[in-house]
């Protein structure tokens, strides 16, 4: 391995002129000498499997008639009309989000909601006791006919059924980083009768650890899943917390639950090289768990339109600890652009966790997503139930702003679990972690790929291995690397950074939307990636790559004369 001590720096002559280096992240605004950037409408191309957001929209209420006419009969099960309505298109969509709210039920069971025209499936998506209102997040695979499914399991009894549409993921074989499928729901573990995990209860503040990776239709290259979680009724109240095994147990409860009822959330947690993940039993009891698998996020980072990038989840809100609380009819705004790594620009939609935490009375939470309250709710509770439930919203002007719909003030927590990207600009690169698992060079390559996509470049094997090069031969992969011994140190200007660009050409070529600072990674790939593809047409054909293919040594960055 050659030491970076030792490394050629990248130089670029212009005659009469400061010598000149480059490298990496975002369509940036050349000066007006210079070539302008690549457009970035390509990189804005939306790709199968991405999120599209939408203004919440109520598409079914079977109380007024409102898509099918209720209640429904437990046993029984309707479709629902969802494409073209709500602001979802009439074709081209493999999947909706939707909020599932069960309401006046008379009996204890559960709903759940899937593709018509295919076979039920063994799962839940919201578990519900006799008088019980309550909400779920849920990801709807959409038969071929445009409609879903409800099913209501149970012998007697009926419920009235909500259906709120918050956005939809577009139809195709995904194969873009962060993009989402759907799948027909799979139980990967129940611990009542030992599928997947031991046939045993989860002990109080232990953790049962599900394996994830290798199920039925999952590929290797994952990022994060979507799981169903549910728990069984026991003798005490709690939560569950779910987070990749061999990270560290965030403080976010995923579902809350209370004694003598069943609960399920819906969960999207990063998967980690281990390929499990691991559920913690905040009660003071025994707990049974189910786990389902109901979608997957693919791997890497690509930082397109629509794709998902999670963020570790981060409590961001916390009135219990603080003594804050969310008055009646009182709206919470919550600052997110530019704090807890989001980017300020760049991002169309967050997932967030909100919970009501023992409120004095029954009620509902509303996230606004426009100017004005929505009829629809996100979050559906009972007097003294603390209840979770996960929301994804557009962000609004760097925000997200929750409405408490209830006659008494209540205390809310808020965890932020992951951004959707909006395929705008190279904001959203500077957010993105490097590779826990990755050496010293490769583990910038999900950086390195949110570059290349931003600059309409491709982000298969062979360029990010161009880019790899590049990296090991001008810095070993520190991002600090400064070079104080050739001509640009002379001049006054030192090649710096992850692929040593000098500071004249970071100020000709960088991002705007990236921080004006030379050694940040991201504006320091995107600066002197942009210049390269200007100067040589390509990344493939900087010259010390060019040097390497043929036999030669690494000759550094030499700009064409």
């Known amino acids: 391995m050659i030491m970076f001590s030792r490394k050629p720096k990248w130089v670029a002559v212009l005659a009469g002129a400061a010598l000149l280096v480059a490298l990496p992240v975002v369509p940036g605004t050349a000066s007006a000498a210079a070539p302008a950037g690549p457009s970035q409408a390509a990189a804005t191309a939306r790709p199968a499997g991405s999120f599209v957001p939408l203004a919440s929209t109520r598409i079914l209420d079977t109380r007024t008639g409102n898509g099918a006419r209720g209640p429904i009969a437990a046993g029984g099960s309707f479709a629902v ?26 009996v204890g069971a ?28 849920a990801m709807v695979p959409v038969g071929t006919n445009g ?54 209860k989860v002990a109080s503040s232990s953790s049962l650890n599900v394996r994830i990776g290798g199920a039925a239709g999952l590929p290797q290259a994952v990022a994060a899943v979507a799981v169903d979680v549910t728990t069984i009724p026991s003798s005490v109240s709690g939560f569950i917390t779910v987070f990749p095994t061999g990270s560290a147990r965030p403080n976010t409860p995923a579902v809350n639950f209370r004694a003598g009822r069943s609960t399920t959330s819906l969960v999207v947690v990063p998967l980690w090289s281990d390929g499990r993940i691991s559920l913690f039993n905040g009660s003071t009891g025994a707990q049974d768990m189910v786990v389902d698998l109901v979608g997957y996020y693919l791997n890497t980072y690509s ?60 009620g509902d939470i509303r996230a606004i997503s426009g100017s004005a309250v929505p009829s629809t709710s996100n979050i559906n509770f009972g007097a003294h ?18 409405f408490n719909d209830v006659g008494a003030g209540v205390h809310l927590q808020v965890s932020i679990v992951g951004v959707f990207w909006d395929g705008s600009g190279a904001a959203r690169c500077n957010a993105v972690p490097t590779d ?26 062979t360029t990010v291995n161009d880019v790899d ?24 200007h030192p090649s710096e950074g992850l692929i040593q660009v000098i500071q004249p050409t ?21 600066a002197g990636l942009n210049y390269a593809i200007h100067t040589y047409g390509s990344i493939h054909n900087i010259p010390g790559l060019v040097s390497l293919r043929s036999g030669g040594p690494y000759k550094g960055y030499i700009a064409k004369s």
């Not at 559960?110 to 997040?137: E, H, I, K, R």
């Not at 970071?506 to 990674?521: A, I, R, V």
Request: charged share 10%.
């Open 81 to 106: 009309l969802v494409l073209g309505r709500g602001g979802v298109p009439s074709s081209g969509v493999s999947a909706v989000m939707v909020n599932i709210t069960v309401a006046n039920p008379t």
């Open 147 to 200: 409609q879903v499914r409800i099913h209501i399991s149970g012998r007697a009894g009926a419920v009235q059924v909500l259906l709120d549409v918050s956005g939809y993921y577009t139809a195709g074989a995904p194969t873009a980083a962060g993009t989402f499928k759907a799948m027909v729901p799979t139980r990967l573990a129940d611990t009542r009768v030992g599928t997947g995990v031991a046939r045993a």
């Open 385 to 402: 139930v603390t209840t979770s439930n996960l929301i994804v919203l557009p962000l609004v002007n760097g925000a997200v702003r929750l």
């Open 506 to 526: 970071f100020d000709t070529w960088h991002s705007p939307l990236l921080p004006n600072n030379l050694l940040n990674p991201a504006a320091n790939l995107y």
């Open 469 to 492: 090069t590049v990296i090991q031969y001008e810095s070993s992969g520190d991002p600090n690397a400064i070079n104080r011994w050739d001509l640009n140190w002379q001049a006054g």
């Open 303 to 362: 930082g397109q339109i629509g794709t998902l990038q999670t963020i570790g989840q981060q409590r961001v809100v916390d009135m219990p600890a603080s003594g804050a609380t969310l008055a009646a009819q009182g709206t919470l705004t919550v600052p997110l652009a530019g704090r807890y790594g989001i980017p300020n620009a760049g991002v169309s939609a967050v997932a967030v966790n909100v919970t009501v935490v023992d409120p004095a009375h029954s």
């Open 110 to 137: 559960g709903l759940t909601a899937y593709a018509d025209g295919t076979s039920l499936p063994g799962t839940t998506n919201v578990s519900f006791a006799a008088g019980q209102t309550v909400a779920n997040l």
């Open 436 to 461: 826990p698992n990755g050496t010293a060079v490769t583990r910038w390559n999900p950086l390195v790929q949110c570059i290349l996509a931003v600059l309409a470049q491709s982000q298969g094997s």
